[in-house]
């Protein structure tokens, strides 16, 4: 693996920081996806077992995605886990108990989350609070108030959102034979579409925009980027705004894709959207990063979840072991390719 | 050290007082005594009575404050010079502090998971817990320091694993200690009525305040925090020292770890300790300390870590359920680090220099 990216920047000059995190990235999920169908065959040969990585981590992917948006401009947000379990109650509960429509919880999701990422923006951007502090803060906020809406898990039972969530988008040409020989179509579900859309946005948003650009200039050295005119506050209060948005759209996502709200819904996923984005290249530093990259990132860890469960080692510690062994392989490698690179220039 | 000084030429200065580090937690620190003050003055009351066992013991919400307080008082301790070293916060603490109290139980129970009798004496277990724990800090020091992964990250590894680890290190068992001298660390000595972990906390603080006096650590990390390359050119190791404060995390966490085991005798693994590393990164920015590394303030860190537990004691009090909590603590936090900022504090210390001219002028005319 190291060899392949090793012959990569010789043969293409140097590479940029973010460029070659990416490429370590895409080659080690496809080897791991590629190892995983030769070694372990059985369900990673089934089209549907991708497509259901996708299902399951549409809400991830997003969250992710305003994650990296924050560390590439040199922040980070720790509230996006406990908002979404948030946003999930309070569309439950308008859902079911206030006589909402899908319409009005889908406008009562982007507001919370809209409202958390102006308060967030507005302190870090400009009462110069350290980030960390202010999400903190905003993820006690989220936890306690999920439980002061509802204290207690139920299952949404409006139609229009059930039939909502069992909309089923079957993907042309692909899927595969099942046991008695009829042919099976794959199918994402709606979240997946929200989700790809929102990366390809962001991939463009941050490459081809001012604001995209300004993002990558405040990340990697404020000073300088005040220097060139941009306004570093403006730029990180936007920041935090766009992950408070993503997280808006996360969270209802992630309701459609679970169909209840409960305190403990997505437990953790603050985590796993840090860990998505470092896997694929985004430094906690700043000015380092790429969506694509965050994508493979969620789809490698979701991968390396399903192959330990598929070995057989289900006991619940083994899944955590083999997660935080690959961060920190991931995290020795990159530090080892950009420390000899450094060095060689 | 170097705190004192500009803390002291600050306070000729008019308003000095505002721009002074440990003011933020003793500000909040009095607010919350105000307000505790107001509402219900019984709530400083101690009585004096027989515990379970017969023994007289203190009690009241004040001692319950300091003894809880306890061991996020020894995490704010390690925390500080970590955040100080390397710029970044360790997150792994609640996971490691799993790991370490299971390492103690584990060797004191053996295979056995409900003896009858201890299988090692309680400090055999104590000190192979905080070797267990100074390898696991030794661990998240060596990817920072030497590796140059950012601390947050670098912990995020532990804080995945560290529960699982807990769990297999005792085969996923419960073991439960009967033997009541184990519980003397958590609870009380015979004879003496104050509880045990307020004590264990002021060793701990004792010994750091005599090795940032008598050593040049204090000094080194506050060197390597503020600048790593001029550190290194004034022939400090930038890697070693953010290594070591790894190192001393790892033992704070093994204490801490230690009276959390003996309160209860047992442990949960998913829930010991939990999001314990939140409250001790919180302790040090309550205590002014910049999370970005640099200068730092030990005192403000161990006071900001009381002040947490003050405040989870009096909503507590205030019959706040146990999982509304955060969002109220939440509020009272975005105040205190609103009011802490350093755009408002010195618009406060503007605000009172008027006012002292002003006085000043009312006097001369």
């Known amino acids: 693996m190291k060899a392949v990216v090793d012959k990569k920047t010789r043969r293409l000059a140097p590479m940029s920081d973010t460029n070659l995190l990416l490429t370590i990235t895409i080659v080690v999920f496809f080897a791991m996806y590629l190892a995983a169908m030769l070694f372990i065959g059985r369900g990673f040969l089934r089209v549907q077992t991708f497509f259901n990585i996708l299902n399951e981590n549409a809400a991830l992917i997003i969250l992710s995605c305003g994650m990296s948006i924050v560390m590439i401009a040199g922040g980070i947000d720790i509230s996006v886990g406990k908002l979404t379990a948030l946003i999930c109650m309070s569309a439950a509960v308008n859902l079911d108990y206030q006589g909402g429509s899908v319409m009005s919880a889908i406008f009562l999701s982007l507001a919370i989350g809209l409202a958390f990422g102006i308060v967030q923006g507005a302190l870090v951007a400009f009462l110069d609070i350290q980030p960390f502090i202010v999400t903190l803060a905003g993820m006690f906020f989220a936890k306690g108030m999920t439980t002061i809406v509802n204290s207690t898990q139920f299952n949404v039972q409006n139609e229009a959102f059930v039939a909502l969530k069992n909309t089923r988008i079957y993907i042309p040409f692909l899927g595969s034979v099942n046991r008695r020989g009829v042919f099976v179509p794959a199918y994402v579900e709606i979240g997946v579409v929200v989700a790809i859309v929102t990366v390809i946005v962001l991939f463009i948003m941050l490459r081809w925009t001012k604001l995209g650009r300004s993002l990558y200039a405040v990340g990697g050295n404020p000073q300088s980027a005040n220097m060139l005119g941009i306004n570093v506050k403006k730029t990180r209060f936007l920041s935090h705004l766009l992950c408070g948005l993503l997280a808006g759209i996360g969270g209802f996502v992630y309701f459609l894709h679970v169909g209840s709200g409960a305190p403990s819904h997505a437990t953790g996923a603050e985590m796993n959207a840090i860990a998505s984005s470092i896997i694929g290249g985004t430094m906690l530093t700043g000015g380092v990063g790429n969506i694509i990259g965050t994508f493979f990132g969620v789809l490698s860890l979701s991968t390396i979840k399903n192959i330990v469960s598929l070995l057989g080692l289900d006991d619940a510690w083994w899944t955590n072991i083999t997660v935080a062994a690959m961060i920190c392989i991931f995290l020795v490698v990159q530090s080892v390719v950009l420390l000899r690179k450094n060095k060689r220039s | ?365």
């Open chain 2, 1 to 365: 050290m170097t705190m004192a000084k500009t803390g002291e030429a600050g306070l000729v200065k008019a308003g000095g007082i505002f721009r002074r580090q440990i003011f933020i937690p003793i500000a909040a620190l009095l607010a919350l005594i105000l307000f505790n003050l107001i509402t219900d003055p019984s709530f400083f009351a101690i009585n004096y009575s027989l515990n379970s066992a017969g023994d007289p013991v203190l009690s009241g919400y004040l001692i319950t404050i300091l003894d809880n307080a306890s061991e996020l008082a020894i995490l704010a301790i390690g925390m500080t010079l970590v955040t100080a070293a390397s710029g970044g916060q360790d997150i792994s603490v609640g996971a490691a502090i799993a790991i370490s109290g299971s390492v103690v139980l584990r060797v004191l129970c053996g295979d056995n998971p409900r003896p009858d009798e201890m299988q090692a004496s309680i400090l055999t277990a104590f000190l192979i817990s905080c070797v267990v724990s100074m390898l696991f800090g030794a661990f998240n020091g060596a990817l920072v320091a030497y590796f140059n992964i950012q601390p947050m990250i670098a912990t995020l590894i532990l804080y995945t694993a560290g529960r699982s680890i807990a769990a297999w290190i005792n085969n996923n068992r419960l073991p439960i200690i009967s033997d009541p001298s184990f519980g003397y660390f958590g609870s009380f000595l015979p004879g003496i009525p104050i509880p045990t972990p307020i004590f264990i906390a002021i060793i701990c603080m004792i010994i750091i305040a005599l090795v940032l006096k008598f050593t040049t650590l204090g000094l080194y990390t506050q060197a390597v925090g503020i600048n790593p390359n001029s550190a290194k050119l004034n022939g400090i190791n930038p890697s070693f020292i953010k290594f070591i404060t790894y190192v001393i995390m790892g033992l704070c966490v093994a204490v801490a770890g230690f009276i959390k085991v003996t309160r209860f005798s047992t442990i949960n693994y998913s829930v010991v300790a939990l999001d314990i590393e939140m409250d001790a990164i919180l302790a040090v920015a309550l205590g002014g300390n910049a999370l970005s590394g640099g200068k730092f303030s030990m005192a403000s860190s161990i006071l900001g870590a009381y002040v947490i537990q003050f405040l989870t004691t009096t909503l507590f009090k205030f019959n706040v359920s146990s999982s509304a909590l955060p969002a109220y603590k939440a509020v009272v936090v975005i105040i205190l680090v609103v009011l802490s900022a350093p755009t408002v504090r010195e618009k406060l210390g503007k605000l009172w220099k008027n006012l002292q001219h002003a006085r000043l002028g009312k006097e001369a005319a």
